[in-house]
Structures are given as structure tokens and as C-alpha cells.
Nanobody, 116 residues
Framework: QVQLVESGGGLVQPGGSLKLSCAAS????????MRWYRQAPGKERELVAR????????NYADSVKGRFTISRDNAKNTVYLQMNSLKPEDTALYYC?????????WGQGTRVTVSS
């Protein structure tokens, strides 16, 4: 079955960096676009970044453009989110997502806290 396992979250000071990873299994990874979402306390889940099957195209939420970079390694079945210049408003639970044309699959999330 489809499994998505996020890692790399933690506590970081404003201006710092983190790199999130999402290890995927149970499907043909290179056949699908991958997404990172986040959900801050008391807010709805929002799309942060998306990458196409072979990484040729990426899209970002306006709030993270220029600071976050999504990438993927199809040989390792892993998608990444490099987060630089982190702000307190980036504090959230970050989720990896894939939609296979029939349903969405989600990981358990990895928590990012940006605080001094």
C-alpha cells in the first residue's frame, strides 16, 4: 500500500534553514507529481509546493516563493523541501502528498517550529 513518511522537522530560529524529506513506497514514484502541504494551528491545510514527475516544473505558494525549494530523487523515491530564511509564520505540521488519480494519500506529517 502507499506509504509516505516525512522527516526532518524540528525547532529552528527565525532566519534558519531545514530540509524535509518524504520517503515514498507502494506506488511507482516517478509516475506522479508530488506535493508538500502544511497546516498551522487553527488554520486550514495549505499547498506549499508541487513538483512534476521528473522535476521539470515546480510551483510554490506565494508565501514561500524564493525561500523554499522542492526537489525529488526518483532513484530514491524521495521528495524534499529545502526551507531557508524561515519565519515564525512557517510554523506548522508539514505533510507530503500524492494523488494517484483516484484518491489522495498523506504522510503522518513532520512538525516545524520557528521560534527564538
Amino acid at each position: 500500500q502507499v506509504q509516505l513518511v516525512e522527516s526532518g522537522g524540528g525547532l529552528v530560529q527565525p532566519g534558519g534553514s531545514l530540509k524535509l524529506s518524504c520517503a515514498a513506497s507502494g506506488f511507482t514514484f516517478s509516475s506522479y507529481a508530488m506535493r508538500w502541504y502544511r497546516q498551522a494551528p487553527g488554520k486550514e491545510r495549505e499547498l506549499v509546493a508541487r513538483i512534476t514527475r521528473f522535476g521539470g516544473s515546480t510551483n510554490y505558494a506565494d508565501s514561500v516563493k524564493g525561500r523554499f525549494t522542492i526537489s525529488r530523487d526518483n532513484a530514491k523515491n524521495t521528495v524534499y523541501l529545502q526551507m531557508n530564511s524561515l519565519k515564525p509564520e512557517d510554523t506548522a505540521l508539514y505533510y507530503c502528498n500524492v494523488w494517484d488519480g483516484k484518491q489522495d494519500y498523506w504522510g503522518q506529517g513532520t512538525r516545524v517550529t520557528v521560534s527564538s
